[in-house]
């Protein structure tokens, strides 16, 4: 499942952790690409770990890499603000990537990387949350692409890619990976707004080792947040996760 979760607000403007988590349980995914997660960050989420909170929730793993970092006093944590994994799998290890400032005043956007162990196999995890500028989004793109090259082991890539299917930025990322809602997806897989969505702004992307088996927007609580999560159904090596 991708899921942007709006750092845990609602379009009721009510902040509900426990909310969130009760989606993600409804939905039944072993794994969970996060964007907009908030840790210490601010009063607007009572200056929560909301990662934490929300894998404490649900008993699952999980890992947090942030876009924007304010220093706090010396005996305080650090204010945080970016993307997130949760897994019912372990994960192996995690690395976050935030990618080169170029001079524009815009947020800073990251890349979270993973190795989850799913069955003793190896499953590459890339979460991510694009800008809306078109110069910083053609360069993030490069970052994302170039990284991911070299994987060896099945990859899932994920998140708020900002931007719509059929545009010059999607078929970059359909040169190397797979659109699964274009592969198994039906209707539009619209996701924002959440109430009454008129866009595709979350993508699954996945390598070609892997099949896609089916792909639903889940309409669970739209309420919950200002994106719909998306969610699919994948199989490699003959052993299958959500």
Known sequence: MTFNIHHGKGIDK??????TASVIEKSGADIIGLNE??????????????????????????AFSPALTLKSNPFAE??????????????????????????????????LEATVLL???????????????????????????????????????LGDFNMRPGTNRWKKFNQRFVDAWRKAGVGNGYT???????????????????QIIDMNVFTSLPECSDHLPILATLLFNAHSSQ
């Open 78 to 111: 650090d204010r945080q603000y970016g993307n997130a994994l949760l897994s019912r799998y372990p994960i192996e290890k995690s690395k976050s990537h935030l990618f080169p400032v170029t001079g524009y005043h815009a947020e800073n956007r990251s890349l």
């Open 14 to 19: 009510k902040v509900n952790l426990r909310r």
């Open 192 to 210: 924002y707004p959440s109430t009454r969505p008129r866009l595709r702004l979350d993508y699954i992307f996945v390598t070609s080792p892997i």
């Open 37 to 62: 997660v908030d840790k210490h960050f601010s009063k607007r989420s009572d200056y929560k770990d909301q990662v934490a909170e929300l894998a404490k929730y649900l008993s699952f793993d999980y």
């Open 119 to 157: 069955n003793k196999q190896r499953l590459n995890m890339y979460v991510t949350h694009l800008s809306l500028n078109p110069f910083l989004h053609q360069k993030q793109t490069a970052f994302i692409l170039d990284r991911t090259e070299r994987e060896d082991h099945p990859t899932v890539l």
